[in-house]
Protein backbone atom coordinates (compact mmCIF):
# COMPACT_ATOMS: atom_id res chain seq x y z
CA UNK A 1 0.00 0.00 0.00
CA UNK A 2 1.04 3.61 -0.48
CA UNK A 3 0.62 6.45 1.08
CA UNK A 4 -2.74 8.04 2.00
CA UNK A 5 -3.65 10.61 -0.21
CA UNK A 6 -6.86 10.94 1.43
CA UNK A 7 -9.71 13.96 1.02
CA UNK A 8 -8.45 15.45 3.83
CA UNK A 9 -5.32 16.44 2.27
CA UNK A 10 -7.78 19.03 0.59
CA UNK A 11 -7.84 20.47 4.16
CA UNK A 12 -4.96 22.53 4.76
CA UNK A 13 -3.71 23.48 8.43
CA UNK A 14 -1.24 26.19 9.13
CA UNK A 15 0.80 24.56 11.39
CA UNK A 16 1.23 21.38 9.34
CA UNK A 17 3.87 20.45 6.98
CA UNK A 18 2.19 19.54 3.50
CA UNK A 19 4.26 18.02 0.85
CA UNK A 20 4.23 16.91 -3.03
CA UNK A 21 6.45 14.44 -3.91
CA UNK A 22 6.94 14.24 -7.40
CA UNK A 23 8.74 12.55 -10.40
CA UNK A 24 10.12 14.24 -13.50
CA UNK A 25 10.49 12.31 -16.60
CA UNK A 26 7.73 10.26 -16.52
CA UNK A 27 6.60 8.60 -20.05
CA UNK A 28 10.66 8.90 -20.99
CA UNK A 29 10.99 5.00 -20.78
CA UNK A 30 9.63 1.98 -19.02
CA UNK A 31 12.20 1.66 -16.67
CA UNK A 32 11.05 5.55 -15.80
CA UNK A 33 7.33 4.36 -15.56
CA UNK A 34 7.70 1.53 -13.10
CA UNK A 35 9.74 3.33 -10.64
CA UNK A 36 7.00 6.10 -10.92
CA UNK A 37 4.16 3.61 -10.72
CA UNK A 38 6.31 1.69 -7.81
CA UNK A 39 7.45 4.97 -5.91
CA UNK A 40 3.33 5.30 -5.95
CA UNK A 41 1.97 2.21 -5.02
CA UNK A 42 4.34 1.61 -2.33
CA UNK A 43 6.09 4.72 -1.35
CA UNK A 44 5.83 8.47 -0.89
CA UNK A 45 5.71 9.58 -4.18
CA UNK A 46 1.98 11.55 -5.48
CA UNK A 47 2.71 13.10 -7.98
CA UNK A 48 4.37 13.16 -11.86
CA UNK A 49 5.12 15.21 -14.83
CA UNK A 50 4.57 13.73 -18.53
CA UNK A 51 6.91 13.85 -21.41
CA UNK A 52 3.99 13.78 -23.85
CA UNK A 53 6.69 13.23 -26.82
CA UNK A 54 8.96 10.34 -25.20
CA UNK A 55 8.86 6.61 -26.40
CA UNK A 56 7.20 5.60 -23.30
CA UNK A 57 4.25 8.19 -22.87
CA UNK A 58 1.77 6.04 -23.98
CA UNK A 59 2.47 3.58 -21.45
CA UNK A 60 2.85 5.75 -19.22
CA UNK A 61 -0.86 7.39 -19.48
CA UNK A 62 -2.90 3.98 -19.41
CA UNK A 63 -0.76 3.37 -15.81
CA UNK A 64 -1.89 6.78 -14.77
CA UNK A 65 -5.53 5.62 -15.49
CA UNK A 66 -5.08 2.86 -13.59
CA UNK A 67 -3.53 4.58 -10.70
CA UNK A 68 -6.11 7.67 -10.08
CA UNK A 69 -4.46 9.10 -7.41
CA UNK A 70 -1.88 9.86 -8.78
CA UNK A 71 -1.55 13.82 -10.12
CA UNK A 72 0.04 14.35 -13.28
CA UNK A 73 1.02 17.05 -14.47
CA UNK A 74 2.98 18.80 -18.02
CA UNK A 75 6.74 17.98 -18.16
CA UNK A 76 7.22 20.75 -20.94
CA UNK A 77 9.85 19.79 -23.16
CA UNK A 78 11.87 22.10 -25.28
CA UNK A 79 15.41 21.15 -24.66
CA UNK A 80 16.90 17.72 -24.74
CA UNK A 81 13.95 15.82 -25.70
CA UNK A 82 11.30 15.52 -29.13
CA UNK A 83 8.78 17.80 -30.14
CA UNK A 84 4.92 17.46 -30.81
CA UNK A 85 4.94 19.08 -34.25
CA UNK A 86 7.00 18.31 -37.67
CA UNK A 87 10.17 19.34 -38.18
CA UNK A 88 8.69 21.44 -41.13
CA UNK A 89 6.54 22.86 -38.62
CA UNK A 90 9.49 24.51 -36.34
CA UNK A 91 12.43 24.55 -37.91
CA UNK A 92 13.99 26.82 -35.78
CA UNK A 93 13.79 24.22 -32.74
CA UNK A 94 14.17 20.52 -33.89
CA UNK A 95 16.55 18.91 -36.12
CA UNK A 96 15.14 17.05 -39.06
CA UNK A 97 14.03 14.15 -36.56
CA UNK A 98 12.13 16.59 -34.33
CA UNK A 99 14.99 16.43 -31.45
CA UNK A 100 15.24 20.11 -29.77
CA UNK A 101 18.61 21.36 -28.86
CA UNK A 102 21.11 19.15 -26.24
CA UNK A 103 22.30 22.01 -24.96
CA UNK A 104 20.12 24.01 -22.59
CA UNK A 105 22.55 26.79 -22.04
CA UNK A 106 22.38 27.95 -26.29
CA UNK A 107 18.96 26.60 -26.19
CA UNK A 108 17.61 29.34 -23.76
CA UNK A 109 19.89 32.18 -25.59
CA UNK A 110 18.44 31.04 -28.54
CA UNK A 111 14.88 31.69 -27.25
CA UNK A 112 15.63 34.97 -25.67
CA UNK A 113 17.56 36.56 -28.68
CA UNK A 114 15.88 35.23 -31.81
CA UNK A 115 12.62 36.56 -31.90
CA UNK A 116 11.46 34.61 -35.10
CA UNK A 117 11.51 31.61 -32.82
CA UNK A 118 8.84 32.96 -30.55
CA UNK A 119 6.09 32.06 -32.62
CA UNK A 120 7.40 28.43 -32.76
CA UNK A 121 7.42 28.17 -29.18
CA UNK A 122 3.96 28.99 -28.74
CA UNK A 123 3.05 26.54 -31.38
CA UNK A 124 4.94 24.03 -30.28
CA UNK A 125 3.62 24.63 -26.68
CA UNK A 126 0.74 24.90 -27.25
CA UNK A 127 0.60 21.33 -28.87
CA UNK A 128 2.10 19.93 -25.77
CA UNK A 129 -0.77 21.19 -24.33
CA UNK A 130 -3.45 19.81 -26.95
CA UNK A 131 -1.75 16.17 -26.65
CA UNK A 132 -1.96 16.20 -22.67
CA UNK A 133 -5.79 16.79 -23.01
CA UNK A 134 -5.91 14.34 -25.53
CA UNK A 135 -4.86 12.06 -22.44
CA UNK A 136 -8.10 12.56 -20.54
CA UNK A 137 -5.91 12.90 -17.49
CA UNK A 138 -6.45 15.96 -15.04
CA UNK A 139 -3.90 18.41 -15.43
CA UNK A 140 -2.34 18.21 -11.82
CA UNK A 141 0.18 21.17 -12.54
CA UNK A 142 2.80 22.72 -15.03
CA UNK A 143 6.89 22.39 -15.25
CA UNK A 144 9.41 22.06 -17.94
CA UNK A 145 12.41 19.70 -18.34
CA UNK A 146 15.15 21.23 -17.21
CA UNK A 147 12.99 24.34 -15.42
CA UNK A 148 12.47 25.42 -19.01
CA UNK A 149 8.99 26.66 -17.71
CA UNK A 150 10.81 29.61 -15.82
CA UNK A 151 12.51 30.92 -18.94
CA UNK A 152 10.98 34.45 -19.55
CA UNK A 153 10.06 33.63 -23.38
CA UNK A 154 8.64 30.61 -22.32
CA UNK A 155 6.55 31.77 -19.03
CA UNK A 156 5.39 34.56 -20.91
CA UNK A 157 3.78 32.21 -23.07
CA UNK A 158 2.36 30.49 -20.29
CA UNK A 159 0.39 32.94 -18.24
CA UNK A 160 -0.46 34.71 -21.53
CA UNK A 161 -2.76 31.15 -22.25
CA UNK A 162 -2.58 29.95 -18.57
CA UNK A 163 -6.56 30.46 -18.89
CA UNK A 164 -7.02 28.37 -22.71
CA UNK A 165 -4.69 26.03 -21.70
CA UNK A 166 -6.13 25.18 -18.09
CA UNK A 167 -2.75 25.98 -15.78
CA UNK A 168 -4.07 26.32 -12.44
CA UNK A 169 -0.50 24.77 -10.38
CA UNK A 170 2.91 25.52 -11.87
CA UNK A 171 6.75 24.68 -9.83
CA UNK A 172 8.03 27.55 -8.86
CA UNK A 173 12.03 26.76 -8.39
CA UNK A 174 12.88 27.91 -5.14
CA UNK A 175 15.50 25.40 -3.96
CA UNK A 176 16.79 27.32 -0.43
CA UNK A 177 20.54 27.17 -0.71
CA UNK A 178 20.12 27.14 3.60
CA UNK A 179 18.76 23.82 3.45
CA UNK A 180 20.89 22.60 1.32
CA UNK A 181 24.21 23.14 2.64
CA UNK A 182 22.53 21.32 5.85
CA UNK A 183 21.58 18.67 3.72
CA UNK A 184 24.79 17.92 1.45
CA UNK A 185 27.85 18.81 0.48
CA UNK A 186 30.24 19.56 -2.47
CA UNK A 187 29.19 20.72 -5.69
CA UNK A 188 29.49 23.80 -4.76
CA UNK A 189 29.73 25.91 -7.90
CA UNK A 190 26.88 24.13 -9.33
CA UNK A 191 24.48 24.79 -6.56
CA UNK A 192 25.38 28.81 -5.78
CA UNK A 193 24.88 29.17 -9.51
CA UNK A 194 21.80 27.43 -9.99
CA UNK A 195 20.56 28.54 -6.52
CA UNK A 196 21.27 32.16 -7.76
CA UNK A 197 19.67 31.95 -11.36
CA UNK A 198 16.88 30.15 -10.14
CA UNK A 199 15.82 32.69 -7.29
CA UNK A 200 16.11 35.81 -9.57
CA UNK A 201 13.54 33.46 -12.21
CA UNK A 202 11.33 32.82 -9.24
CA UNK A 203 11.49 36.13 -7.98
CA UNK A 204 10.28 37.62 -11.73
CA UNK A 205 7.70 35.11 -11.92
CA UNK A 206 5.78 35.19 -8.82
CA UNK A 207 3.85 38.24 -8.99
CA UNK A 208 2.81 37.12 -12.25
CA UNK A 209 1.76 34.08 -10.77
CA UNK A 210 -0.18 35.62 -8.35
CA UNK A 211 -1.69 37.83 -11.08
CA UNK A 212 -2.92 34.63 -13.36
CA UNK A 213 -4.02 33.23 -10.11
CA UNK A 214 -1.64 30.33 -10.49
CA UNK A 215 -1.02 28.50 -7.65
CA UNK A 216 2.48 27.10 -6.21
CA UNK A 217 4.30 25.74 -3.26
CA UNK A 218 6.45 27.79 -1.13
CA UNK A 219 9.56 25.79 -1.66
CA UNK A 220 10.38 23.34 -3.92
CA UNK A 221 13.75 21.09 -3.21
CA UNK A 222 15.54 19.02 -5.91
CA UNK A 223 17.37 21.47 -7.98
CA UNK A 224 20.22 21.73 -6.06
CA UNK A 225 20.77 18.22 -5.65
CA UNK A 226 20.64 17.41 -9.66
CA UNK A 227 19.75 13.73 -9.64
CA UNK A 228 21.36 12.86 -6.37
CA UNK A 229 17.80 12.96 -4.48
CA UNK A 230 19.17 9.93 -2.24
CA UNK A 231 17.35 8.21 1.13
CA UNK A 232 20.35 9.69 3.21
CA UNK A 233 19.23 13.11 1.32
CA UNK A 234 15.91 12.62 2.01
CA UNK A 235 16.17 11.65 5.73
CA UNK A 236 18.12 14.86 6.58
CA UNK A 237 16.00 17.31 4.79
CA UNK A 238 12.59 15.78 6.20
CA UNK A 239 12.87 17.24 9.52
CA UNK A 240 13.56 20.65 8.30
CA UNK A 241 10.82 21.48 6.18
CA UNK A 242 8.80 24.41 7.28
CA UNK A 243 5.17 24.14 7.84
CA UNK A 244 2.84 24.74 4.92
CA UNK A 245 3.60 23.37 0.84
CA UNK A 246 6.57 22.01 -0.40
CA UNK A 247 7.80 20.21 -3.29
CA UNK A 248 10.12 17.67 -3.57
CA UNK A 249 10.96 16.39 -7.15
CA UNK A 250 13.35 14.11 -8.47
CA UNK A 251 14.07 11.60 -11.28
CA UNK A 252 13.44 7.96 -9.89
CA UNK A 253 14.47 5.00 -12.45
CA UNK A 254 14.26 1.16 -12.35
CA UNK A 255 18.03 1.35 -14.24
CA UNK A 256 19.22 5.06 -14.96
CA UNK A 257 18.94 6.66 -10.97
CA UNK A 258 18.36 3.47 -8.67
CA UNK A 259 19.65 5.36 -5.59
CA UNK A 260 16.52 8.26 -6.56
CA UNK A 261 14.09 5.22 -7.01
CA UNK A 262 14.98 3.66 -3.47
CA UNK A 263 15.06 6.34 -1.63
CA UNK A 264 10.93 7.05 -2.72
CA UNK A 265 10.70 3.60 -1.65
CA UNK A 266 12.30 3.38 1.56
CA UNK A 267 10.67 1.88 4.59
CA UNK A 268 12.90 4.27 6.65
CA UNK A 269 11.62 7.81 4.63
CA UNK A 270 7.94 6.55 4.38
CA UNK A 271 8.27 5.99 8.43
CA UNK A 272 9.84 9.39 9.35
CA UNK A 273 6.89 11.23 6.79
CA UNK A 274 4.51 9.40 9.19
CA UNK A 275 6.33 9.98 12.16
CA UNK A 276 6.54 13.95 11.65
CA UNK A 277 2.99 13.75 10.35
CA UNK A 278 3.73 15.42 7.15
CA UNK A 279 0.87 15.41 5.08
CA UNK A 280 1.24 14.04 1.08
CA UNK A 281 -0.75 15.69 -0.78
CA UNK A 282 -0.54 16.54 -5.23
CA UNK A 283 -0.86 20.18 -6.65
CA UNK A 284 -4.82 20.19 -6.81
CA UNK A 285 -4.70 20.08 -3.41
CA UNK A 286 -3.99 23.22 -2.58
Given at each position: MGMDFSAASRLPN??????????????YNAAHNEAVIQAHQKGILTTASLMVNEAGAGEAVRLAHQNPRLGVGLHLTLVCGRSALPPARIPGLVDAQGAFRSKPVAAGCAYFFKRKLRDELEAEISAQFRKFKETGLVLDHVNGHLNIHLHPVVFRILMRHARNWGIKHLRLVRD?????????????????SHALVFSGLSGWALPKLKAAGVRHTNSVFGLLQNGRVNEDYLLRLLPLLAPGESEIYSHPSTNAAPEEFA???????????????????RYQDI
Open positions: LGVVRLIVNADDFGPLRSSIKTTCGRWLYRFALTSGTVKKLVSTLNIQCI
